[in-house]
T-cell receptor
């Protein structure tokens, strides 16, 4: 079975541009998570969805960040406009949540560089 | 607020040395505990998890962790490390029980460097 698939793997763009990160969770998983990882702040949970509905977006840094999950097999994280401090590795993860505490399966991440 | 503390930011060991990485959490109720490993340039992978039962949990690659409820700890151990264990290790906690997902809280990570 394919794991969590993220695209692109790398993105380099100029500040002010819109950036869209994509994620395909593992089929059948009903929870999807977006994380950001930096050297300074470590791994931060940005937002998570259950059955395509956003449950907790308290980790989203500011209004420039938005996330959607239009269906069970696809989610996007958008930054508009992007800033150099948004440079990080963004991970998507999914889990099968028949109850709480199920392990999360991570994608390979998108390495984002904002110049 | 809930927190997960990994006090060792960087651990350097020689091959065949024994390893123990500390993890403490602040939540007092039922918890589910995880250790993830991130090899250089790769994504996080689950090493082991504790939900209930035997507090000594065996994971992949010879790792184990012991849940000590009275100490709010879930330390990761390996009796003899290898160079290939060089990676960053993350402890994580989810509040257990109930039917709704609770937010997973990750520790700040411990970088493990193994000298060949």
């Amino acid at each position: 079975d394919a794991g969590v698939i993220q695209s692109p793997r790398h993105e380099v763009t100029e500040m002010g541009q819109e950036v869209t990160l994509r994620c395909k969770p593992i089929s059948g998983h009903d929870y999807l998570f977006w994380y950001r990882q930096t050297m300074m702040r470590g791994l931060e949970l940005l937002i998570y969805f259950n059955n395509n509905v956003p449950i907790d977006d308290s980790g989203m840094p500011e209004d420039r960040f938005s996330a959607k999950m239009p269906n069970a097999s696809f989610s996007t994280l958008k930054i508009q406009p992007s800033e150099p401090r948004d440079s990080a590795v963004y991970f998507c993860a999914s889990s099968l949540g028949t109850g709480s505490g199920q392990p999360q399966h991570f994608g390979d991440g998108t390495r984002l560089s904002i110049l | 607020a809930q927190s997960v503390s990994q006090h060792n930011h960087h651990v350097i060991l020689s091959e065949a040395a024994s390893l123990e990485l500390g993890c403490n959490y602040s939540y007092g109720g039922t918890v589910n505990l995880f250790w993830y490993v991130q090899y250089p340039g790769q994504h996080l992978q689950l090493l082991l998890k504790y939900f209930s039962g035997d507090p000594l949990v065996k994971g992949i690659k010879g790792f184990e962790a012991e849940f000590i409820k009275s100490k709010f700890s879930f330390n990761l151990r390996k009796p003899s490390v290898q160079w290939s264990d060089t990676a960053e290790y993350f402890c994580a906690v989810i509040r257990g029980g109930g039917s709704s997902a609770s937010k997973i809280i990750f520790g700040s990570g411990t970088r493990l460097s193994i000298r060949p």
